[in-house]
């Protein structure tokens, strides 16, 4: 359940609210081109659209409803609630509480996220274009066509994330950066000798857009409609829900629930089939994090994709990728299903995992379901390629090259912005030092799962212990309990050496 804001939190909102001002103040015509957030497949983009709506983020910031909500999840910073019906308004935008906690270190980053949520909230006639298609973090990010990407809602926080840096002078500080990022850059670059990179971001679409449809289920699972209403066709239950109503007879026509029955003049689910649905999307958030944490790694033999869900290792055969993106986005699927079938959940629907990836999809909410299709044909374009043994080699090295490069670059992102968070007057601010050895430790891991494969450069080991020294002092001053795993993942990194 959400709930209103303290005073204290009101506060916070106010500092966000001069905050998102001020990043869409930045966002002149010329500035937003020269982020290129449109630039993706097909035509030069126009930034008539995008630039207009960009200057109305900050109006919106003082008209909307804000709640907290404390059960959102936490890979969500906040929600945007809008309701249905031929006339859809915005009923709200929910946060977590840490979205308007104390302190000020992560003040910027929490505008990003509101300017994603803002955007969302944009009207244009009846509808409120701006979706959710792809992330900064994932897979399908830059493969989105302009007249897309613009109604996308993480474009605007790139938008934003790039102007703050250029007017900061701090390249990379609010951008994504990690593995995933790296890697999709260097897969873009072989776009003519693999369709691997095309692949995962259609993977990345479907998934997405299933898991978002499948939540919608949930909410329309619990809905009940009064008898009369219910046998009336010409009813708007049935012009506004019919694609809703569609996965719920295909769930049970599948057996997965019993379906929508009568009952003392109520037609509805019942709650063991409410559960299953609620279950359902529980399923599609473990693929969607799969898909999240892919590591391709291509190799020359074997018949088929594995996936590793202990790592997140994507076993690429190279005679099993001469496939268009569709169709090896299909098998990379048929992989992670195979793969992540312990839980309740999967064994449950892993058997028609794919199906219903794809009937989620095609049911999906009709300007959604409009765009997919249109980056469904365009993925169908691009053409089957078989890469030779030596591209296939060299392009395992260079998604290795992009891991360790990406390593680099944040840590020495890192070794700017620790001093200046040490020296915040707040100590929630300073807190979050004290959780830095835990990510360095899987950045280490990483590197030593890495090495197994082809040896990490002793200069960029070098160079990594000398940023860890450097940083060190300061995380042991901020939570001295780390000195022992920083003095361990020093000797981590001299075994690589």
């Known amino acids: 359940m959400s709930r209103a804001l303290t005073a204290a939190e009101q506060k916070v909102l106010e500092a966000l609210t001069v905050r998102v001002e001020r990043i869409v103040a930045l966002g002149t015509a010329a500035e937003l081109a020269g982020t290129t957030v449109l630039s993706g497949p097909g035509p030069a983009p126009d930034y008539t659209v995008f630039h207009r709506r960009f200057a109305l983020l900050a109006r919106r910031m003082r008209e909307v409803r804000f709640v907290v909500r404390e059960d959102l999840p936490e890979t969500m910073g906040a929600s945007t609630v809008i309701s249905s019906g031929p006339v859809p308004s915005v009923l709200e935008i929910q ?13 910027t980053t929490r505008a990003l996220t509101l300017v994603h949520e803002l955007s969302h909230s944009l009207p244009e006639g009846l509808t409120h274009p701006v979706k959710d298609y792809a992330y900064r ?16 809602a993480d474009t605007y926080a790139e938008a934003a994330a790039l102007l703050v840096e250029r007017d900061e002078k701090t390249w990379g500080r609010y ?7 790296a890697q999709r850059g260097r897969l873009v670059k072989r776009a003519r000798t693999t369709t691997l990179g095309a692949a995962l971001a259609w993977l990345d679409i479907l998934v997405n857009r299933a898991w978002v449809r499948a939540n919608d289920c949930t909410g329309f699972a619990r809905l009940t409609f009064g008898e009369a209403k219910w046998n009336t066709p010409e009813w708007s239950v049935w012009k506004q829900h019919a694609r809703l109503l569609g996965v719920e007879c295909g769930l049970a026509a599948r057996g997965f629930i019993a379906g929508r029955s009568l009952r003392a003049g109520v037609a ?3 709650a063991g089939d409410q559960a299953v649905v609620d279950e359902l999307f529980t399923y599609l958030g473990e693929l969607k994090n799969a898909v999240d944490r892919i590591d391709p790694l291509p190799v020359e033999h074997g018949d088929r994709i594995d996936y590793d869900p202990a790592t997140g290792a994507l076993r690429l055969p190279r005679t099993v990728v001469n496939r268009g993106p569709l169709e090896l ?13 312990t839980t309740s959940a999967a064994r449950r629907f892993g058997a028609q995992a794919r199906e219903l990836v794809h009937t989620l999809v095609n049911e999906d909410r009709p300007e959604e ?22 591209q296939w080699a060299t392009l395992a090295i260079e998604l290795q090259a992009a891991v360790l490069e990406d390593v680099r670059t944040r840590w020495e992102g890192l070794r700017v912005s620790v001093p200046e968070v040490a020296a915040m007057p707040e100590e929630v601010d300073r807190k979050v030092l004290g959780d830095l050895a835990g990510s360095f430790t899987k950045d280490v891991d990483l590197l030593h799962a890495l090495n197994g494969r082809v040896p990490v450069p002793s200069p960029l080991v070098t160079g990594l212990t000398g940023l860890l020294d450097g940083m060190t002092p300061y995380l042991v001053k901020a939570d001295g309990r780390q000195r022992p795993e920083l003095a361990k993942l020093r000797g981590r990194l001299g075994e690589l050496l």
């Open 95 to 107: 946060l977590r509480p840490a979205m308007v906690g104390p302190g000020t270190r992560a003040l």
């Open 137 to 152: 973090t994932g897979w399908a990010w830059g493969h989105l066509p302009a007249v897309l990407a613009q109604d996308n």
């Open 175 to 181: 951008q994504v950066l990690g593995r995933v990022a």
């Open 268 to 270: 509805g689910l019942s």
């Open 329 to 341: 986005a299909d098998l990379v699927l048929d992989a992670l299903i195979a793969a992540t079938g």
């Open 369 to 390: 379901r409009e765009a997919v299709a249109a980056l469904r044909t365009g993925f169908a374009a691009v053409p089957a390629v078989q890469p030779t043994a030596d």
